[in-house]
């Protein structure tokens, strides 16, 4: 069993930035690949970016390429979700989730954590 906790997000205006971060936990067996995923009420869960487990390869939704950053701190068992040049429609409950194969599919992912909440105001 792995344990996500999401932390780091909140309110901030058109232009400005935040960083959300992930922690893990628990036993696991095997190396995990970490995502973040967004969703807005009453539409399905986005891809927005993930990494493999050694950081070598990371991969980023079109709508956020340039603007965020996803990294880890293996040592520290926390992944980061650096976001910068926010834009209203980056406004969702962002998720992150632990799998053994990188992907954008929510599918592939065995473990959720319980999601924070990212507004930006115009």
């Known amino acids: 069993q792995v344990q996500l906790v999401e932390s780091g997000g909140g309110l901030v205006q058109a232009g400005g930035s935040l960083r959300l971060s992930c922690a893990a936990s628990?036993?696991?067996?095997?190396?995990?690949?970490m995502g973040w995923f967004r969703q807005v009420p009453g539409k399905e869960r986005e891809f927005v970016a993930a990494i493999s487990w050694s950081g070598g390869t990371t991969d980023y939704a079109d709508s956020v390429k340039g603007r965020f950053t996803i990294s880890r701190a293996n040592a520290r068992n926390t992944v980061y979700l650096q976001m910068n040049s926010l834009k209203p429609e980056d406004t969702a409950v962002y998720y992150c989730a632990a799998s053994r194969n990188l992907g954008r599919v929510a599918g592939l992912y065995e473990y959720w954590g319980q999601g924070t909440q990212v507004s930006v105001s115009s």
């Open positions: 628990g036993r696991a067996r095997g190396l995990y690949s």
